[in-house]
Structure formats: structure tokens, C-alpha cells
């Protein structure tokens, strides 16, 4: 259910990002940096977390050597949720998550903790970012998300 708030017909009207309204670009980054870092935990540890439009993941991959031996390699990616491809009508790379793998939600508690925010200020945060990058989507906007 979480996925559905971000299948957007109409803009975001500022009234639905009442964090981000009282946030400055400098608190959203921190916020963001500590959720990277989570996330990256997270991938080291051989799960996937699933953040509302999509998941990232480490995914077995293939890479090209020297005298064209071919290495297997994890790759992580992030991965748009199906629903939301459909829906804005985009195409990305197929990526095959192996099956075992686990799935986890972010845990604002334990991001907020490396903060000095409330893990719903954290929570806020994230969700009504994803809902600026669904607006995006819906609109045909470029995005740049950069995550180290």
C-alpha cells in the first residue's frame, strides 16, 4: 500500500510536503546522507531495501576482463517497482533480484539515531522527497538522485 501514494494523477500541492517545507536544503541532505549510509549497510549485508518506489540491491552481474574473460560481480542498482514503471509509462534495465534474498524496509529509528532529528521528521523526510521524485516522473523531469 505503501507504493500507491506515489502513483500520482495530480501535482504534489505544497500543503503535502509540510517536512520539506520547514526542512533547509542542508537538514535534507544530512537526513538523505544518513538514509545512503543505512542503505548501504543494508546492501553489504545481502539485503534488498524497498523504499516506496522502488529497491535497492546488489544484483549478480558480468563483467568483462582483460582478453575478454568474463567475471561474475555484484552490481548494486537501484530498481523502480514495477507498478510505478507501468504507470509513468518508463523502461529501465531489467534486473533479476536472486530469490532468497531478504527485504527490509528503512529503519527510521536507527537512521535517525546517526541524526539529530526524530525518526519521523526522518520518515517525513524520505516520503515526501519520493513524492517530489514521483511529481518528476509524472511531469517527464529530469532527476538526478546521487547516492555515494
Known sequence: AEMQKYLLYNSVEPEELPTLRELNTIEICKI??????????????????????????????????????????????????????????????????PDETPVVHPD??????????????????VQETLLCFAEALRDNKEVEFSFR
Not at 530498481?79 to 529501465?92: A, G, Q, T, V
Not at 541524526?115 to 520518515?123: A, L, P
Open 108 to 125: 527510521f529509528e536507527a537512521i535517525a539515531a546517526n541524526t539529530h532529528f526524530r525518526h519521523e521528521i526522518v520518515q517525513h523526510c
Open 32 to 97: 538523505w546522507s544518513a538514509m545512503s549510509r543505512h542503505i548501504y549497510r543494508q546492501l553489504l549485508q545481502k539485503k534488498v531495501v524497498e523504499i516506496g518506489v522502488g529497491s535497492f540491491a546488489v544484483v549478480p552481474a558480468h563483467a568483462t576482463v582483460a582478453e575478454g574473460k568474463v567475471l561474475p560481480i555484484e552490481r548494486p542498482m537501484f530498481i523502480l517497482n514495477k507498478p510505478l514503471k507501468m504507470f509513468y509509462n518508463l523502461e529501465s534495465e531489467e534486473a533479476k533480484i
